[in-house]
C-alpha cells in the first residue's frame, strides 16, 4: 500500500514541479557518518530499491556491485563471450558438483526490533518492512521469533509466570507479542511473496521450573527429562504454536532454547542450561513426543541454536541417539566465536557425519564484541563480516543465515541489560527516518538471489587469489556467484560457466559483487 501512496506522491510531486523527486525513488540517500563507509537515509516517501530483479536473456549477465566506496547494489549489465577475455585468474563453475539447497535468510522479530519500528510512522514502518519482506525488498523469508523476553526485551517475563502451573492454565502471551510482533508479523506476511518461515527460539523457562529460581544466571530445569518439569517445558513449546496460530501465524520450525550453553555459566541474561546429553533426553522423552501428538506435527525442531565450537560434538550426543534423532530435523548454529574454530571442522564434520539433518544458521550480529561494540554507522568492516561469514558457512553446508534484531535504535537497543550491538536497520524515531547499514546490503547479495531450492554447486580458480566466493542454480536453472573482495585493491578475473560462455569482470577493492545470468 505504501509503496502505491509514495508513488502517488512522487507524481503528485513531479506535477507541481519538484524535479528532484523524480529520479529518487531507487537512489541510496547516502550519508557518512565518518565510520568508513556510507548508510542510506530511508523515510516516509523515499527509500532506495533494488525492486524486483529480472535477468537479462541468454548471452547477457547482470552484476550487482556494493563497496565500502559507496557503491550500494548498483546495476550492471554485460555481454557472456564466446572466447577467453584472456584475464590471469579465471573462475570455472563446476554443476557437477552439487551440494546443498537453500532455505532462506533473514533476521528476528525481538521485542526490541518491534519496539523500533512501532516507534516509526505508519508509512515510514511500512517502507521499513517493505525493505525486507516485500517483493521490491530484499527478499527475506525467515524470521526467528523469540518465545517471551530476551536480552533485547525491556522487562523479564515468561508466558508461564504464575509458580505451580503445571498444567499451563494460566499460559498466556505478553503485550509485546499481540500489540506489536504479531501485528508486525502479519504486516510482513502480507506484504511477503512467499510464505514466511518463522523460527521460534526460548531464552528461559519459568523461574519455578528451574533450579535457580531467576530468568538469568546458571540454572537448568528441575528434575529429569521425563519428569514434570520437563514435560511442562516441552508442552509450553506446544502452547505457543497454539496461540500464534490463533493470529494465522505459523511456524516452519522451532529451536531446543537459545544458547543452552550460557544457563551453565552465570549468565547475565535469560538463559536455561542445558547440557548435549540432557537436550538430548528431553528432545527424545518429552519435547519430540509432545510436538508429534500436538496440532503441529510438521512443525521442524532445530537443536544446538549455539556457536559452532561445540560441534560436532553436541550434534554426536544428539543425533546418534534413536529415540532423540527421530524428532530432529537440523541443527542450529550461532556465529559468536567463530574464530575459535575451523569452519571445515565445526560445520563441515557435523555435515559429513549426519548429512540428513542440515545446517542452519540461527544469529548473528556485528558490535557484540566488548573490543568492537554497539552500533557503529556506515562501518564496511561489519558488512564485510556479515559477507564472509555467509559464505563460508554456505560453503560449509549451511542453508540459510538468519541476522539477530531486524531494527535497533541509535544506542544499539533497547536492551534490558545494556547488552548494545548492531543492525542492518538503525532507526532514529525523532526524525521518523531509518538507516540502511552496509550489513543491510550484505544479507540483500544473498537473501535477494539464493531462492528457497538453490542448490550450491562447485567453482574452482586457475590460481592462488584472496577472493571468496560462492555459487549457486537457481531453480530456475540461473546461476548466482558471489564474489567478496576484501583487498583494498580491485581484481580482474574472468567467470567461466562452460554452458554459456565468458564473463570479463572485476571486483573492486573492498566490495561485494553478485553476478546472475541464463543458462537457457
Ligand atoms: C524523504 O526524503 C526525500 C529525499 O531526501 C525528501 O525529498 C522528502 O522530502 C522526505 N520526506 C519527508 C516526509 O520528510
Ligand atoms: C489467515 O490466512 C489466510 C491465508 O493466508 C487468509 O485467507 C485468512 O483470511 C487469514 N485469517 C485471518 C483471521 O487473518
Ligand atoms: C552472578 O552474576 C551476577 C551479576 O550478573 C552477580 O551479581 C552474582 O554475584 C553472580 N553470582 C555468582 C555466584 O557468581
Known amino acids: 500500500m505504501a509503496i502505491s501512496l509514495s508513488t502517488a506522491l512522487i ?18 540517500l547516502a550519508r557518512n557518518f565518518g565510520h568508513g563507509s556510507v548508510v542510506c537515509e530511508c523515510n516516509s516517501t523515499h527509500c532506495d530499491s533494488i525492486g ?3 535477468l537479462p536473456p541468454l548471452g547477457q549477465f547482470v552484476s550487482f556491485t556494493s563497496s565500502k566506496a559507496g557503491s550500494r547494489l548498483q546495476r550492471d549489465q554485460g555481454p557472456v563471450q564466446k572466447y577467453s577475455t584472456g584475464a590471469a585468474l579465471r573462475l570455472t563453475l563446476v554443476p557437477s558438483q552439487k551440494y546443498q539447497r537453500i532455505r532462506g535468510f533473514g533476521g528476528a522479530m525481538t521485542d526490541s526490533a518491534a519496539i523500533n519500528i512501532m516507534s516509526l510512522s505508519s508509512r515510514t514502518q511500512d517502507q521499513l518492512l517493505q525493505q525486507y519482506f516485500s517483493a521490491q525488498g530484499i527478499g527475506y523469508s525467515v524470521v526467528r521469533v523469540p518465545m517471551a523476553s530476551c536480552d533485547f526485551s525491556t522487562r523479564l517475563y515468561t508466558y508461564a509466570d504464575t509458580p505451580g502451573d503445571y498444567n499451563l492454565d494460566k499460559f498466556t502471551l505478553a503485550t509485546e507479542d499481540i500489540n506489536m510482533k504479531i501485528p508486525l508479523l502479519q504486516r510482513a506476511q502480507a506484504m511477503s511473496p512467499q510464505p514466511l518461515h518463522l523460527l521460534a527460539s526460548a ?6 521450573l528451574k533450579t535457580n529460581g531467576a530468568l538469568t544466571g546458571k540454572g537448568s530445569l528441575k528434575g529429569k527429562p521425563g519428569g514434570k518439569e520437563h514435560k511442562t517445558w516441552a ?53 519430540g513426543p509432545a510436538l508429534h501428538t500436538s496440532a503441529h506435527p510438521k512443525t521442524h525442531l532445530l537443536i544446538l541454536d549455539d556457536n559452532r565450537l561445540l560441534l560436532p560434538h553436541w550434534a554426536k550426543v544428539v543425533l546418534s541417539d534413536v529415540h532423540a534423532s527421530r524428532y ?9 566465536l567463530d574464530n575459535l574454530v575451523p569452519a571445515d571442522l565445526s560445520l563441515g564434520t557435523t555435515h559429513h557425519l549426519y548429512p540428513e539433518y542440515y545446517l542452519f544458521g540461527t544469529e548473528a550480529c556485528a558490535g557484540w ?6 552500533v557503529v554507522l556506515g562501518s564496511w568492516e561489519r558488512a564485510e563480516q556479515y559477507a564472509h561469514s555467509i559464505i563460508e558457512d554456505l560453503n560449509h553446508y549451511m542453508v540459510g543465515w538468519t541476522d539477530w534484531n531486524l531494527a535497533l535504535d541509535q544506542g544499539g537497543g533497547p536492551n534490558w541489560v545494556k547488552n548494545f550491538v548492531d543492525s542492518p536497520i538503525i532507526v532514529d524515531h525523532i526524525r521518523d527516518v531509518f538507516y540502511k547499514q552496509p550489513t543491510f546490503y550484505s544479507m540483500a547479495h544473498f537473501s535477494k538471489f539464493l531462492w528457497e531450492g538453490s542448490q550450491r554447486v562447485g567453482v574452482s580458480f586457475n590460481q592462488k587469489n584472496k577472493l571468496e566466493c560462492l ?26 560457466d562452460p554452458a554459456v560462455g565468458f564473463i570479463s569482470s572485476e571486483a573492486p577493492a573492498r566490495a561485494l559483487l553478485t553476478i546472475a545470468w541464463n543458462t537457457h
Open 369 to 374: 564484541s566488548p573490543a568492537d561494540r554497539g
Open 11 to 28: 507524481s503528485l510531486a513531479l506535477f507541481i514541479g519538484f524535479a528532484t523527486l523524480s529520479r529518487g525513488s531507487d537512489e541510496c
Open 52 to 54: 524486483s530483479v529480472t
Open 235 to 287: 508442552q509450553y513449546y506446544v502452547r505457543f504454536l497454539e496461540e500464534y496460530a490463533k493470529h494465522n501465524l505459523s511456524f516452519w520450525a522451532i529451536t531446543t532454547g537459545n544458547e543452552p550453553s550460557a544457563g551453565l555459566f552465570n549468565y547475565s541474561f535469560q538463559a536455561l542450561g542445558f547440557t548435549a546429553e540432557e537436550q538430548r533426553d528431553w528432545v527424545g522423552l518429552d519435547l
Open 203 to 208: 531464552w528461559s523457562a519459568p523461574a519455578w
Open 328 to 336: 530432529v530435523h537440523g541443527v542450529g548454529v550461532h556465529w559468536y
Open 471 to 496: 555459487a549457486v542454480i537457481r531453480p530456475d536453472g540461473s546461476v548466482v556467484l558471489t564474489v567478496l573482495n576484501r583487498l583494498s585493491s580491485e581484481v580482474q578475473f574472468e567467470v567461466w
